[in-house]
Structures are given as C-alpha cells and as structure tokens.
C-alpha cells in the first residue's frame, strides 16, 4: 500500500480512520447524553466516509488513465513495429490487474 504524501488529496486509510472515529466518539456522545460528542461523532464519521469515496473514485480515474496509456503503447507499439513499446503497453495493462506488491520474476 503506497502512503499519501499530499495531506489535501484523499486516502482510503485515512477516510477509514476518520469513519471509525467518528462511531465511537458518536456512541460515546449517545452513551453519555452529550449531543455535542454525538454531532461531533456523526459528522467525522460523515466527513471519512466521503473521504473513502473520494479516494475510490480518484484510484478509478488514475487506473483508466494508465490503462489508456498501456493501450496506447502496445497499439503503437504494433503498428510501428516497435515490439519494446509494445511489450511495454502489454506489461503495463497487465501489471493494473495484479496486486501492487506482485513482482515479476524469471521462472528458475
């Protein structure tokens, strides 16, 4: 899993943190009678949920993006008779349907 390094732009992890932060400080205002904490608890847990959304939808755009640009690479690849552009486009649509700890190696 890669860590955000740009504080302003969205991530699951943080979205998730943010969610479960807001139900138990939202069952703490229920528990106790605090309204405040109960507002408090649903709006976090409000604000991490559409973080988790946001960072959904910005890894869907990022992964067509490259999808579009492996495509693009083997086509041209193909039709100039350039086989490593080609391989480069395959390996890159490939490398988007694995997981992104997976590393390629050479069979022994």
């Known amino acids: 899993m890669s860590s955000n390094t740009n504080s302003n732009e969205p991530s699951k992890l943080t979205g998730q943190f943010h969610s479960a932060k807001g139900t138990v400080v939202e069952a703490i205002g229920n528990t106790t009678g605090a309204t405040s904490w109960t507002q408090s608890g649903q709006q976090e847990h ?3 949920e ?3 959304k946001a ?3 910005k890894g869907y755009v990022e992964g067509t993006s490259d999808r579009i640009e492996g495509k693009y ?3 041209v690849g193909a ?3 350039d ?3 080609q391989a480069s486009g395959y390996v890159a649509n490939l490398s988007l349907l694995l997981p992104p700890d997976f590393r390629f190696t ?3």
């Open 50 to 52: 559409a973080e988790v």
């Open 55 to 57: 960072a959904q939808a």
């Open 46 to 48: 409000a604000a991490g």
């Open 79 to 81: 039709v100039t008779g």
């Open 106 to 108: 050479r069979p022994l």
């Open 83 to 85: 086989k490593t552009q």
């Open 73 to 75: 690479d083997s086509v």
